[in-house]
């Protein structure tokens, strides 16, 4: 059987990108299981923190209903369908999520939010609790080490080797 060195490099090399390559999706799939359980897990939507982080504040108008769930012993949280807010000079209207809490009735049975709010594509978001965003950001900070780290392992294959005597 004929081996050239080029093969054998070349077979070194995969090899090398498959440890990393396994290594690095590791990573990448910890660090989104951790963005979206994190979510599910406290029956907030996922990405709520990081989204809150990188919104664009706005005012919301709520619309006539909104569902408020609590879990356990846990904060309640809200949905709000419906809501209308105006984000760069275009109104918009979409879905709000907010603590129970932070949404109250008045007498006359209408709805109003009392906090900052922040938009991000077609959802709202009252703020998150702090370890909720930090866990968000890292999570995908995780993740995106992840990736950068695949497309390293792959660029370092395809670069030429180096010598040594």
């Known amino acids: 059987m004929h081996t050239t060195i080029w093969g054998v490099v070349m077979q ?10 396994g290594i690095s999706l590791f990573v990448l799939a910890v660090g989104l ?6 979510g599910s ?4 939507p996922s990405g709520w923190g990081a989204a ?20 356990g012993d846990g904060k309640s949280t809200g949905k709000c369908e419906g809501t209308k807010w105006t984000a760069d000079g275009e109104s918009r209207t979409g879905t709000f999520y907010a ?21 991000f594509g ?3 978001y009252g703020p998150p609790d702090t370890w909720l965003t930090v866990v968000h950001l890292g999570a995908l900070g995780l993740a995106a080490i992840g ?3 695949l497309l390293g392992s792959l660029v370092s294959v395809m670069l030429p080797s180096r010598r040594t005597a």
């Open 147 to 149: 990736v950068l780290a």
């Open 99 to 119: 603590y129970g809490d932070d949404i109250t009735r008045s007498a006359d049975g209408a709805l109003s939010f009392s906090g900052e709010a922040k938009a």
């Open 52 to 71: 809150y982080a990188a919104g664009k504040p706005v005012t919301v108008q709520l619309s006539s209903s909104c569902r408020i769930e609590t879990v």
């Open 122 to 124: 077609d959802r709202a």
């Open 41 to 44: 897990a406290s029956q907030a």
């Open 33 to 38: 299981g951790i963005f979206f359980f994190v």
């Open 12 to 21: 070194g090399r995969w090899e090398k990108l498959k440890q990393r390559g």
